[in-house]
């Protein structure tokens, strides 16, 4: 901290230091063009230069500042595009793997699918179905997801139409 604050007064001794020797310069060119012509027109011709300087200098800096700002909003635009195209890239990688994880943990819950809950699941299935299709419309990637969702509900789906076969088959005889 008192370091920090060190550094600030010495920042503040190095600025006063020049303002200081920017005004005696100023003062003496006055007294130098007061030898030519009337101290006050030798000090509005000093100043008139000097504005000149800072209007041409502040144009200056506000085309930079303008150019760098349209820049960097390009510069994040085309940042963010490459990031998602990056994302997609790698959700296709991994589709695959991660689909086959999926699918191997769905099937030891399809299997325990039996009598009074047939009908139940298959509205399950289709009501999760409905709700991903309704979610993924507006998610970067979404067809993706969908068709990882559609294949892990495969096997429950699989699953209710063999256990509504078999259970319509011991009914019927």
Request: proline share 2%; net charge negative.
């Amino acid at each position: 901290m008192r370091r920090a604050a060190r550094d600030v007064a010495f920042a503040l001794v190095v600025a006063a230091t020049f303002l200081t020797a920017f005004a005696l310069a100023n003062a003496a060119a006055v007294l130098a063009l007061a030898t030519a012509m009337s101290a006050w027109v030798a000090a509005l011709a000093l100043a008139v230069v000097w504005a000149a300087i800072g209007g041409v200098l502040a144009l200056f800096l506000l085309r930079r500042v303008r150019g760098a700002a349209e820049w960097r909003v390009e510069d994040a635009e085309q940042a963010r595009a490459e990031a998602e195209q990056a994302v997609r890239d790698t959700l296709e990688l991994l589709a695959p793997a991660i689909t086959r994880e999926m699918a191997l943990a769905a099937v030891p819950m399809a299997g325990d699918m039996a009598d009074g809950v047939l009908e139940a699941g298959e509205d399950l299935i289709e009501g999760a179905d409905e709700i991903m299709d309704t979610i993924t419309e507006d998610v970067p990637g979404g067809g993706m997801v969908n068709q990882i969702w559609d294949i892990v509900l495969m096997p429950g789906r699989f699953g209710v139409r063999v256990a509504t076969t078999v259970l319509k088959r011991e009914s019927n005889s």
